[in-house]
């Protein structure tokens, strides 16, 4: 896929972890990892506004194009 999806950098850079970060927004562990891994076929928009302020991100800083 060449949606690369840098949820895990984020979470290193702020010494957060990934059961944290799904009970900010409110989702399940599980969701979470759906999304980290890139097998999402989509995400809202006010999913990723979220994720960026709890980050303290942009958009840019979670998701990367890369050609296939």
Do not use: H, W
Request: aromatic share 2%; glycine share 4%.
């Amino acid at each position: 896929m060449p949606i690369i999806v840098n949820i895990d950098v984020m979470l290193a850079k702020r010494k957060m972890q990934s059961k944290e970060l799904a009970e900010r927004l409110d989702i399940t562990p599980a969701n979470l990892s759906v999304l980290k891994t890139g097998k999402a076929k989509g995400i809202r928009f006010d999913t990723l506004e979220k994720i960026c302020e709890i980050l303290q991100c942009q958009p840019g800083d979670i998701l990367e194009y890369q050609e296939a």
